[in-house]
């Protein structure tokens, strides 16, 4: 993931729900600016600057809709203690009023004045923070719940004024005196709001806990020196000393001495790994045996831990499905529990003959009871906790839309070399016709240093002890079949059968001028635990199917081992592609691969699942990549993670669903008072977000 300089990204403060996270993004697109991406949980606003574009324009709309733009990355902390605030303020004026309703009617707390005053700060603070809420929502397009809370409130604080004027001569006044209620919305619904943010700060720890890891000071060597400096500052090809115990600060190679390494905080294996001189390390891993100097290859944004974080950061980038109903309905719900709100008050006072203030009560109980929010939060906390976990296995998600097509899979297909097997290829049989073995073996060096496939760099270790340099020119590989090149007018190839039309047994065919010098016969094996596993899928009602490249009697000899319910050998790129284009017409398809000529297969499946040792363009063509290369049990982790986030989605908008279709009528019916409405309301939002916070420490592998 290369840093964009056309990418804003931004820290924006007073978004109260994510209905405000909606009317950002729909402003930001209607002016025009493409990929926008508003997360509410972390206030984060990122967007594409098109031509003639700007940040400066993008803080303008932002200011212009009454957001505050941050330059400061954590202001969470503070934003949580000012609302922190407000809530004990309104707490300390609420209280009096409310102990109004237990006195005798003589008592100074039934002075319609002294309530009048004691519930000024409470909704001078509602106004400040509910009023200006509404009107930044109304302003963007997509009311939000702060609009009905502030309706309700005022309601009840502005009919109370009009009946104390109106009746305080007769003393008839006391009976329309709801300063209490609106001071107990207020305050109750900043409690809910208060709890709402510590509760979503809990859904993004993936979030912290991945960033915390990047917080390193490293030891730079420089003009025989070591001086110490921040992650921030690492440049690339400076050298870097990490000691044992040290975590390595950012992704390079060691250059000198070797160590064992803990790579499970990125990759999920939990067993160290041993690494040497030319090996290439990860930023973020612990160095747990060891001392060695390290050459910094990638910084800051290009860092596997950053793309890691990143990922995760913008998990709702590509909502799923399932997320659009909330929206579509939370879009529309606010203007819908307006009407149904006046409906309740013209109805049940001018054709039921219920009292003016019972009929006013009701309306403000209807406004206060729903919960727009339920809906908007429910998919977004349990795809950032789901994709965040995901994370911390090892497993790289690509958004929400992929966890709901992850759990929809039924049929998996799997790519033989290098994702089924390790990858590590031995010399079975070697054979020469007409020229030095040692010249060969440098010509098959020289021709697959030029490919990523994981034959080729199998070839080159084994070979690379008869390595010199020659020089080659019209270098050509092509996908499935083999490379080509020209070396001293001399035209070599080595490919498999295929590439040379042949019937013989041999794996690999090395030609000189369309001549036949070297046949070569490999072995592979499978991954650790890849039979256990596949097993296990099989047994969950997944259907498997391997697609190759491979010969058909090497294909078929893996068959007799694992269930497979059909093998496709012999596949060119082409081929897979259209297999892959069939299964995926029948049912949801997924298809694991880690080759160049598996990328066009994994960009048609409905979920590509590539592996971190693929090739980049492979990797760029999946929506899941597994960071653990030795075996494939992550395969299983990352299924049942998406079914499991499907699951607490469906529950988080059964319960938004059934709570404002059971809570509305109630409050139409009379049977809940408006501050019991601002209580259920208030505890609503925290409901959906517990049960997503639930499947950070759910049991499900």
Known sequence: MK?????????VEGM???NCANGIKLNLEKEGFTNVNVIFATGDVSCQLNQNQTEENVIEILSNLNYLVKKKVDNK???????????IISLFFTIPLLSSMFVESNHLLKNPLNQLLI???????????????AWNSIKSGIPNMDVLIFIGSSTAFFYSIAGWLIFFENSGYQKYLFFETSATIITLVLLGNLLEKRSIKKTTNAIKELSKIQEVIARKETNNSIIEIPFSEIQIND???????????????????????DESIITGESLPVDKKINNQVIGGSIVKEGNIKVKVLKIGEDTMLSQIIELVKNAQQYKPNIQKIGDKVSAIFVPFVLLISILTFLITYLYFNISLQDAILRSIAVLVISCPCAMGLATPTAVMVGVGRAAKKGILIKGGETLEKLASIKNIVFDKTGTLTNGEFQISNFSCYDS?????????????KNSSHPIAKSLCKIFKNYHKNLDLKDIKETKGLGISANINGINYKIGSSKMINSKKENDLFLLKDDKLIATLDIKDKLKPKTEQLLDSLDKE?????????????????????????????????????????????????????????????????????????????AMQSADVILLNNKNLTQLNESLLISKHTLITIKQNLFWAFSYNFIAIPIAIAGLLNPMWA??????????????????????IF
């Open 3 to 11: 840093k964009d300089s056309k990418k804003v990204q931004l820290k």
């Open 16 to 18: 109260h729900c994510n």
């Open 77 to 87: 902390k503070s934003e949580i203690f000012s609302l922190e605030k407000l809530f």
């Open 119 to 133: 519930c000024i700060p409470v909704y001078i603070i509602g106004l400040n923070y509910f009023g200006k809420s």
């Open 239 to 261: 050298i870097l000393i990490v000691n044992s115990g040290d975590k390595i600060p950012s992704d390079g190679i060691i250059i000198e001495g070797d160590a064992l390494i």
């Open 436 to 448: 030095k073995e040692e010249e060969v073996k440098n010509i098959i060096y020289n021709l697959e």
């Open 541 to 617: 009602g997944y259907s498997l199917f391997l697609l190759s490249g491979d010969k058909k009697s090497k294909c078929d000899a893996l068959k007799e081992s694992i269930n497979f319910k059909n093998v496709f050998s012999e596949q060119l790129p082409k081929d897979k592609l259209d297999k892959i284009t069939k299964l995926s017409s029948n049912n949801a398809t997924a298809m694991i691969g880690d080759g160049i000529n598996d990328a066009p297969a994994l960009s048609k499946a409905n979920i590509g699942i590539s592996l971190a040792n693929a090739t980049e363009i």
């Open 678 to 699: 601002a209580l259920f309301m208030a505890f609503s939002d925290i409901v959906v977000i517990g049960n997503s916070i639930r499947l950070r420490h759910k049991k």
